[in-house]
Structures are given as C-alpha cells and as structure tokens.
C-alpha cells in the first residue's frame, strides 16, 4: 500500500542550526533534516521544501501569510496528504495560530521544532520531526476537525492553547488551559479530546474562506501593550497624541487577572477605543476573561461598556494576530468583537 506523501517545509530555527565558530548558526535545509531521521521512510513519502533559514524572531507576518498561501496550493492540487512545518520555537505558538487563522484545508498541518541543537546529548529535532510526521499521516487528523496541530515531545497541542513555557527545557511546550489533544506511544498517535473549534465558524462567516492570499501585504499593525504594577500609561498617551495613532490600526492590552486595567488608565483607554479596537487579553496567558464579576472603574463591566473589546480565552500574543487578521479584512467593531466573543 502506499504511503501518506508528506510535505516538509522548513523556516529555519534550532532544529535547523549547525556549529558555527562562536555558537549555532542557522543552516540547515528541509532536505537535511529529512536526511536527519532514522525511520522516517517508514511512516511517510517525505519530500521537503526550504522556504527560509532564519531564527523565528526573523519571521514576519506577511511571510507567515505566504507560508499558509503555499500550503493551500499544495492541498488544492492534492499534491500531498499532509504538511509538516518546522522552524524555531521562539515564535512557534503565534505562527501555528495565525496558520490556523488563515488555513481552510482538509489535510492535517502539523508544526515542530527542536529545544536542544545538534550539538547536545539527546537533541530532539529528529524524534519531533518523526512524531510530526506520524501526526501528519495519521487518519484522525484528516477525518477530524483538529486544526493546526503542533508536536513536541510526543506530546500534540492545539494551535488556539499551546505556548512555549520556558526558555531551554526540553518540554516547554504545554496547553496550560487545556492539555494536549493527542499523545505519541509506540507507532500510534492517540487522540486524549477534540479541541473546541466554533470560534473559526464566526471567523470565516465574517471574513470569508482562505484569507492569505487575498491579505498578505495588507499590514495593519497592531500595538501590543502590556500592563503592569505601576503603569503610567506614557504609551497610551504616545498612541493617543499622534493624529495617525503611530500607525497602529488596533491595540491589544495585556491586561491583569480576569481582565482588568489601572483605574488611572481608564479614561484614556474608553478615549483610546473611541478611535480604535482596543481589545483585552490577560496576562495569565490562560483561562477565560471574565464579564460581568467586578464593577467599577477598571473592571471588566465597565471596560466593555466603554467599548473596549473582550478576548475571550486568547492570550495577547494571540488576540493581536487575529485582530491584525481581522483589520486587514476591513473588519468593522462589531465584527471585531463578535468574533472575539466566539474566542471564550
Ligand atoms: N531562537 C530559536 C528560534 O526560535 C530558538 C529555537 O528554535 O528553539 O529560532
């Protein structure tokens, strides 16, 4: 019988790097990390494309569009029945996120990464790629509606839930709110829950399907603006000062606990959202925001009655890529926060 034909595309990242004179440089190609599995043969028709070879800090967003344009093609022509995305794992929970913001296929997309280079005992690249794979090839991926899937340590998390939680263990990849959705033993890849998927229906009924090549190249930046003990607000000022809101078409607030701002930030914050979407997303980076616990000024009653826009489960790093996607498509506020409401 045939093998699944997997497509591998590689950005760059750790699991790409090779000694340099000083540290690891990036260098790899997604041939050699094809090359760099034993086994891989056994699980899938692997062929791999290089479409970057740069640490994931380097990304844009425009190049993450150009990535999901890429993988529709691929789908659409049935050239594969599955792709495996590597890059570094800095920004690996936004980029699988904003691919499942702009992906509407019915083939399995699976990322992966590596947290220990080439150069250390037990570096994971190979045994993730091979998970990936397995993942990638795997019957329920297809047959369910599970999104963009990324796998690390054997472990398969939602794009909507999975964060990098620590610098350089070699299992700082978790779903803090929810867990993972499949888990890797022996050659099977077992499904633990179906991940909650209604919040992309309200995407796609408000911007319409496969939106990366209609909105590549239509930046409309998003500032992210964290808060904390003490916040003055100087950069709220700063946005609220400039006639062109320093070019930013939205903000996102990393804002405290279940969804709360400074007192003294809140005058200008309702003036802030008179002029853009401002939308709150917590801090927590886990668990839905609250609606209608605390009164007063700065709670979550009061900010979403001035107009400030509510993220549901997101964390910032999340709700600025959607809002981003959202204003690209012209998006209106009631759109905006519809569809954010569908996010928990
Ligand atoms: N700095 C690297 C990157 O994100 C880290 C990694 O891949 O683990 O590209």
Redesign the pocket.
């Given at each position: 019988m045939s093998q699944p034909r997997i497509r591998l595309l590689a950005l760059?990242?750790?699991?790409?790097?090779q000694p340099g004179t000083q540290g690891m440089k990036?260098g790899l190609g997604g041939d050699d990390l094809v090359r760099m599995v034993p086994g891989l043969d056994t699980v899938a028709d692997v062929t791999a494309e290089t479409i970057s070879r740069?640490?994931?800090?380097?990304l844009t967003l425009d190049a993450v569009y150009a990535l999901a344009a890429r993988i529709e093609a691929l789908a659409t022509a049935r050239d594969v029945d599955g792709v495996v995305v590597t890059?570094?794992?800095?920004?690996?929970e936004e980029t699988a996120f904003l691919l499942d913001l702009l992906l509407d296929v019915d083939i399995p997309v699976v990322m992966t990464?590596?947290?220990r280079?080439t150069g250390m005992v037990s570096h994971d690249g190979p045994g993730n790629v091979l998970a990936a794979a397995r993942v990638a090839a795997a019957p329920w991926a297809r047959a369910n509606d599970v999104g963009v899937l990324v796998a690390l340590l054997d472990h398969v998390h939602a794009a909507f839930d999975v964060a990098k939680t620590e610098t350089?263990r070699i299992d700082?990849f978790r779903s803090p709110a929810t867990g993972p959705v499949a888990t890797l033993v022996e050659d099977r890849v077992v499904q633990l829950m179906r991940p909650v998927r209604d919040w992309k229906q309200t995407l796609r009924t408000a911007i319409g399907a496969s939106p990366a090549a209609r909105l590549g190249g239509a930046a409309a930046p998003v500032a992210l603006l964290w808060l904390s003990l003490g916040e003055q607000g100087a950069l709220i000022d700063a946005v609220l000062a400039d006639a062109r809101h320093l070019g930013f078409g939205g903000v996102v607030l990393g804002a405290m606990g279940g969804g709360h701002v400074p007192e003294l930030l809140v005058e200008r914050l309702t003036a802030l959202s008179q002029r853009l979407p401002v939308v709150v997303a917590s801090r927590t980076g886990a668990g839905p925001l609250l609606r209608r616990t605390y009164e007063g000024t700065g709670s979550e009653i009061a900010l979403r009655a001035a107009g400030l826009i509510y993220a549901g489960r997101l964390p910032p790093l999340k709700a600025r890529l959607l809002l981003d996607l959202l204003l690209r498509a012209g998006a209106g506020r009631a759109t905006i926060a519809a569809v954010f409401d569908a996010c928990g």
């Open positions: 760059g990242g750790t699991i790409a790097t990036q740069t640490g994931s800090g380097n890059q570094g794992t800095d920004t690996l990464a590596a947290m280079n350089s700082a």
